[in-house]
């Protein structure tokens, strides 16, 4: 069993500090324990290019046409049975450099898509995606601010473990915490985030949420986007649809229970996801072959160019 600490903080502040105590319960379960500061990697952001999605689904692996510490960082994260990522709260939510390595996992790593993926390679003796990519991994979060401004933080964390479905253990955010290695509450958490993620990635079957319970029963987020029509709200994380009221003042987010299939964090959400997908992609694909659209696309091109660094120009 192998647990996979990554801290996206500063060497050797906070974030690397607490992910390596969280490694050290992970270490007192048995768990073989590896480190990993994103800070020492070269991580490109996506550009959106669907070139993986495109090789993914003409059975070509779904490769990414970036040159970089990616695709390294990623096969460390499929070995690993667990992982804890560390991060700061930025601006209230995760840093940039957290979200690069969110749409870096795009499609090309989603499960839905990847299952989809190998039949297509099986059915066409092409190269089926990496297999690890199938299996099923338990993962925790911690997000550490300076200050309360940390709302949008746990929806942000648990983005990364919707695309590969994996099950999250803990998703914890400590407020008010420049100074967390010195506050032992704090850091007797981070330890026991350790220790739970390593008992989840022992047992996966019997692994549960171990985190306080949000206002979504499905996923514990606790973003609800309320639609102009205010009978209307969705968790902002899993995309479940239903309603919120007050009661005994507590919030309660209630959403009917045969539509749970269609979570994005579901398989079978995925699969409906992909669906959608595949027909607005071959919507795009119809309006690229005709002269309104390419006449469209040339009135844009030709109508200003971006400006560049002398340097660049």
């Not at 994103?38 to 046409?65: E, Q, Y």
């Not at 099923?136 to 979060?141: A, E, G, H, N, P």
């Not at 220790?195 to 609800?224: F, S």
Request: net charge negative; charged share 30%; aromatic share 8%.
């Amino acid at each position: 069993m192998k647990v996979l600490g990554i801290s996206a903080g500063t060497r050797n502040g906070s974030n690397d500090a607490m992910c390596k105590e969280a490694l050290m319960g992970a270490k007192e379960q048995g768990a073989e324990i590896e480190f990993i500061n994103v800070w020492d990697l070269d991580l490109k952001h996506c550009t959106g290019c669907v070139a993986c999605v495109k090789s993914l689904m003409s059975g070509k692996g779904g490769k990414c046409v970036l040159k970089d510490d990616f695709d390294w960082l990623r096969g460390e994260m499929f070995d690993a049975d667990g992982i804890i990522f560390a991060g700061p709260i930025f601006e209230s939510g995760m840093a940039g450099i957290f979200h690069t390595i969110v749409d870096r996992f795009g499609p090309r790593n989603d499960r839905s898509m990847n299952i989809i993926g190998t039949q297509i390679a099986e059915e066409t003796g092409g190269t089926a995606p990496d297999p690890r990519i199938l299996k099923d991994k338990v993962i925790s979060f911690m997000a550490i601010g300076g200050s309360d401004w940390a709302t949008r933080a746990q929806c942000d964390a648990a983005m990364l473990a919707m695309t590969p479905a994996w099950k999250i253990i803990d998703n914890e955010v400590f407020m008010w915490s420049k100074c967390i290695v010195m506050e032992d509450d704090k850091v007797a958490q981070a330890h026991e985030i350790g220790v739970n993620i390593a008992k989840a990635a022992a047992d996966y079957e019997k692994a549960e949420y171990q985190g306080e319970p949000g206002v979504c029963p499905h996923c514990h987020c606790r973003e609800i986007y309320i639609a102009d029509d205010a009978t209307k709200c969705i968790c902002t994380m899993c995309g479940l649809e239903g309603t919120i009221a007050v009661e005994n003042g507590k919030v309660t987010f209630t959403f009917n229970p045969e539509d749970e299939h269609k979570a994005h964090d579901t398989i079978s959400g995925k699969f409906l996801h992909a669906d959608d997908i595949k027909e607005n992609e071959g919507k795009l694909d119809e309006w690229r072959k005709s002269d309104e659209f390419k006449a469209r696309k040339k009135k844009y091109a030709e109508f200003i160019t971006g400006t560049k660094p002398a340097k660049q120009a």
